[in-house]
T-cell receptor, first 119, second 113 residues
Framework: GAVVSQHPSWVICKSGTSVKIECRSL??????MFWYRQFPKQSLMLMAT?????????EQGVEKDKFLINHASLTLSTLTVTSAHPEDSSFYICSARDRSGIESNQPQHFGDGTRLSIL | AQSVTQLGSHVSVSEGALVLLRCNYS??????LFWYVQYPNQGLQLLLKYTTGATLVKGINGFEAEFKKSETSFHLTKPSAHMSDAAEYFC???????????FGPGTRLSVLP
């Protein structure tokens, strides 16, 4: 089945550093990728939507300068948390939409998430 | 705008008992409906989905859900709970124009021996 690979799965770093999370679609091309944030015991909150070759669309309240998203190819999107602080600690999940098929029925596949801990 | 509600943030059942997780949605257009399961420190795994056609949808691990338009519901059921079913379950809606998912708040299922 379709697989979305997210790397790293767990990262711990010091406050002030930048962290890059990769999201790859392994056996399909993704026109659109989504980045979610999940706080403990809560649901997924959409942070941004990225389309290959264009700027990401951020949800209200999400700092685009803090969370840099790049979608340079049909199989790779990256989320960079810049100058991370403890309040950025969270579980980040990416999702990729398979470009095959009609737009309304394109399957969407989720990565396994990245747990980010900022000390 | 679309929204999803899940009645009961935590549901406990005994092993072998019926599992019923509730999901209601609001959508101004015909929706696509999904149930996902999330195990600790993992991403989402698709259990089942409704797009069109038969309103009773069967998924993996013995789960099924029924789309009831008149009730705007998509409740998830399993006849007999197993210990391995303990996890967080999310209902989600997506409109048929292919826009993003809207997730419910989730229901944590505990299975008691």
């Amino acid at each position: 089945g379709a697989v979305v690979s997210q790397h790293p799965s767990w990262v711990i770093c010091k406050s002030g550093t930048s962290v890059k999370i990769e999201c790859r679609s392994l056996d399909f091309q993704a026109t659109t990728m989504f980045w979610y944030r999940q706080f403990p015991k809560q649901s997924l909150m959409l942070m941004a939507t990225s389309n290959e070759g264009s700027k990401a669309t951020y949800e209200q309240g999400v700092e685009k300068d803090k969370f840099l998203i790049n979608h340079a190819s049909l199989t790779l999107s990256t989320l960079t948390v810049t100058s991370a602080h403890p309040e950025d600690s969270s579980f980040y999940i990416c999702s990729a939409r398979d470009r095959s098929g009609i737009e309304s029925n394109q399957p969407q596949h989720f990565g396994d998430g990245t747990r980010l801990s900022i000390l | 705008a679309q929204s999803v509600t899940q009645l009961g943030s935590h549901v406990s059942v005994s092993e072998g008992a019926l599992v019923l997780l509730r999901c209601n949605y609001s959508s101004s257009v015909p929706p696509y409906l999904f149930w996902y399961v999330q195990y600790p420190n993992q991403g989402l795994q698709l259990l089942l989905k409704y797009t069109t056609g038969a309103t009773l949808v069967k998924g993996i691990n013995g789960f099924e859900a029924e789309f009831k338009k008149s009730e705007t519901s998509f409740h998830l059921t399993k006849p007999s709970a197993h210990m391995s079913d303990a996890a967080e379950y999310f209902c989600a809606v997506r409109d048929n124009y292919g826009q993003n998912f809207v997730f419910g708040p989730g229901t944590r299922l505990s299975v008691l021996p």
